[in-house]
């Protein structure tokens, strides 16, 4: 046996030529290592075990939800292992639709139905690039300490500043925070922290929760959190925190605070949870959320 598979895949037979043969290969042709059945088994070999050894020592089992795979029941039997590896609160199983909607998984299985899928029908290619996308970033662990407001990750992010207000050198500004989820957290909910220094004074803010204060490099900052609970899919953009959002926060910058930022250079240090993939930190300078 090989030292484990990236991809699992669970179907049904007759979906074998037209999907999942097809997305195997394209997986494989993109350095995946994948578990199926035809290309596993030999002459002689239990069955049971070999489907078994595979459910064990697969990253993520990709299941193929169709008309013929909620009729049969070895793939039900699979499934069922694949559930057990989420006991322990990891994320395994990967679902596609193929020729059903969500209305069809729901009447079959409604914890499926709840789940973000891919789909048949945006081809076998796109398909398979998602799919890479979930092991490259269990591979390539972001760096934390890395000063950036953009992270190529499960998320893009995006962070900086609208002007409200200014008047001579008195600038009111509303922070913008945008994210873009790539893959994003099955049920929505994700938390977003950051730390505010108590020099650039709040002077309204919305929908926020501040949990404590700390100090970084000897500087005091407040620390702040936004909750996000609603449903956000694949490849969608939100305003998390902004003019255009229920969360936001106004600031004033004027030449003493310029003056203190220029010679302390402090940073808003943030991270992004989600709910089921890792923490996404790292941070932007004061320097380029203001206009001075």
């Given at each position: 046996m090989q030292n484990g598979w990236d991809f699992f895949i669970c179907h049904a037979s007759e979906d074998k030529q037209d999907v999942v043969e097809p997305l195997a290969s394209e997986l494989r042709n993109q350095g995946a290592k994948v578990w199926l059945d035809s290309w596993v088994l030999k002459i002689g070999d239990s069955l049971s075990e070999k489907i078994n050894e595979g459910l064990i020592h697969c990253k993520y089992g990709i299941v193929i939800l169709s008309p013929s795979f909620f009729e049969k029941s070895w793939p039900q039997k699979e499934l069922s292992g694949l559930v057990q590896k989420e006991i322990g609160g990891q994320k395994v199983i990967l679902p596609i639709w193929h020729n059903v909607d969500r209305q069809d998984v729901f009447q079959r299985s409604p914890i499926l139905a709840d789940r973000v899928a891919g789909n048949t029908r945006n081809g076998v290619k796109s398909l398979a690039i998602e799919l890479m996308e979930i092991i490259s970033i269990v591979a390539n662990i972001p760096n934390t300490n890395a000063p950036s407001n953009t992270v190529k990750q499960a998320a893009r992010i995006e962070i900086g500043f609208k002007e409200k207000n200014i008047i001579s050198d008195l600038h009111i500004y509303g922070l913008k925070i945008i994210i873009a989820l790539i893959i994003p957290p099955d049920q929505g909910r994700m938390r977003f922290k950051f730390s505010w220094p108590q020099y650039i004074k709040i002077i309204d803010s919305q929908n926020l929760d501040e949990i404590e204060s700390t100090f970084i490099n000897g500087a005091e900052y407040r620390q702040i959190l936004v909750n996000w609970e609603q449903r956000i899919f694949p490849g969608e953009t939100i305003e998390l925190l902004g003019m255009n959002s229920r969360h936001k926060l106004y600031?004033?910058?004027?030449?003493?605070?310029?003056?203190?930022?220029?010679?302390?250079?402090?940073?808003?240090n943030y991270t992004l949870y989600l709910e089921d993939h890792l923490p996404i930190s790292g941070s932007i300078s004061f320097d380029k959320l203001n206009i001075f």
């Open positions: 600031y004033r910058f004027d030449h003493g605070t310029y003056n203190y930022q220029r010679k302390n250079k402090c940073d808003l």
